[in-house]
């Protein structure tokens, strides 16, 4: 594989529980973190702090521009369930490679006088969150 910009990257969410996913509008910028959780079981005589591993979690967001022509993510965060998710880091080159899984994720909306309004959603994983590849299904 090569570097690729994320130009042609693109955030599906489900309009409602167990709904099929569809894009969200205008956004422009994305992550997804998995961070390792680890526990400390230093012993007296180690050299250096010893851990071992627990779960991965996983959390990300999305960001772009503010949408009054749908609720998608306003609705998602006041209902409480779990959405459908993509997440396509290069749509156009590389459709076959993306994240998905289901998410909760929240809703934020920000303006200003000199600014345009925008749109943030920050989510937390609701069950596993896969990568599917050139491969097949990274677990």
């Not at 894009?23 to 071992?52: I, M």
């Amino acid at each position: 594989m090569a570097r690729i910009h994320g130009k042609s990257g693109v955030v599906y969410v489900g309009i409602a529980s167990g709904a099929a996913a569809s894009p969200v509008a205008f956004l422009n910028d994305w992550s997804v973190n998995l961070v390792l959780e680890t526990a400390e079981v230093t012993a007296f005589g180690d050299q250096n702090k010893v851990y071992v591993a627990g779960l991965p979690d996983c959390t990300g967001d999305f960001t772009g521009w503010y949408d009054d022509a749908t609720s998608q993510l306003y609705i998602a965060t006041r209902d409480g369930v779990a959405r459908n998710f993509y997440l396509y880091p290069n749509s156009v080159n590389d459709p076959n490679q993306y994240f998905f899984g289901t998410i909760f994720p929240d809703f934020q909306v920000s303006g200003g006088i000199s600014k345009a309004v925008d749109v943030k959603s920050t989510w937390k994983a609701a069950s596993a969150i896969l990568r599917y590849g050139t491969g097949g299904l990274n677990t």
